[in-house]
């Protein structure tokens, strides 16, 4: 299986606070994408990093990407309320069959104390 | 931004009846759609990458008779369920890649419920 892998499962923090996800994954690829989904919606597109990238910031999202550990980071700081949600990972593969596609991690579920 | 609109949003459906879920990139052209499956908790599973005007490609695992797929003009994919069953009960999504914006845009997904 192509699909990732990520930790914790699932997070409860205070409001405030920084919350970090990671996620691992298999094969080699040309860029790694964050996602969030709320609880029975579509998936939102939060950050992409691509595969030549260490580290890239967007507002309250900090991603890190290690290619040698196959590894990544999504840090959210001053967490929000409203950012509880579901947060995956994608890996954007190298084609196989000569069509990109995504293959999502197992998720991490953020909740986001008041 | 792109956009990928998704329809139906729900659908309840009687055992042994066919669903057809559409998928339309509403300002960008698509040659590439993707489906997924998720179930309840879990994350998203790729189903099957659909591409204009040929077959589409199954992941392994999926039935290719049961999850049709047509992709019949560069806007819109159409997944239909054949035969549906309680377990084929899912929450299915599209997205379509957008060559020009080197990224991907999903539906807001279909809640598929077979009783």
């Known amino acids: 299986s192509q699909q990732g892998e990520e930790d914790p499962q699932a997070l409860s923090i205070q409001e405030g606070e920084n919350a970090t996800m990671n996620c691992s994954y298999k094969?080699?690829?040309?860029?790694l994408q964050w996602y969030r989904q709320n609880s029975g919606r579509g998936l939102v597109h939060l950050i992409l990093?691509?595969?030549?990238?260490r580290e890239k910031h967007s507002g309250r999202l900090r991603v890190t990407l290690d290619t040698s550990k196959k590894s990544s980071s999504l840090l959210i700081t001053a967490s929000r309320a409203a950012d509880t949600a579901s947060y995956f990972c994608?890996?954007?593969?190298?084609?196989?069959?000569?069509?990109?596609?995504?293959?999502f991690g197992t998720g991490t579920r953020l909740t986001v104390i008041p | 931004g792109a956009v990928v609109s998704q329809h139906p949003s729900r659908v309840i459906c009687k055992s042994g009846t066919s669903v057809k879920i559409e998928c339309r990139s509403l300002?960008?052209?698509?040659?590439?759609m993707f489906w997924y499956r998720q179930f309840p908790k879990q994350s998203l599973m790729l189903m099957a990458t659909?591409?204009?005007?040929?077959?589409?490609?199954?992941e392994q695992g999926v039935e290719k008779d049961k999850f049709l797929i047509n992709h019949a003009s560069l806007t819109l994919s159409t997944l239909t369920v054949t035969s549906a069953h309680p377990e084929d009960s899912s929450f299915y999504i599209c997205?379509?890649?957008?060559?020009?914006?080197?990224?991907?845009?999903f539906g807001s997904g279909t809640r598929l419920t077979v009783v």
């Open positions: 997205s379509a890649r957008d060559i020009q914006a080197n990224g991907y845009t």
């Open positions: 094969t080699s690829i040309n860029n």
């Open positions: 990093i691509r595969s030549n990238e």
């Open positions: 994608a890996t954007d593969s190298l084609p196989s069959t000569g069509a990109n596609n995504l293959f």
């Open positions: 300002d960008f052209q698509a040659t590439t």
């Open positions: 659909s591409n204009e005007g040929s077959k589409a490609t199954y």
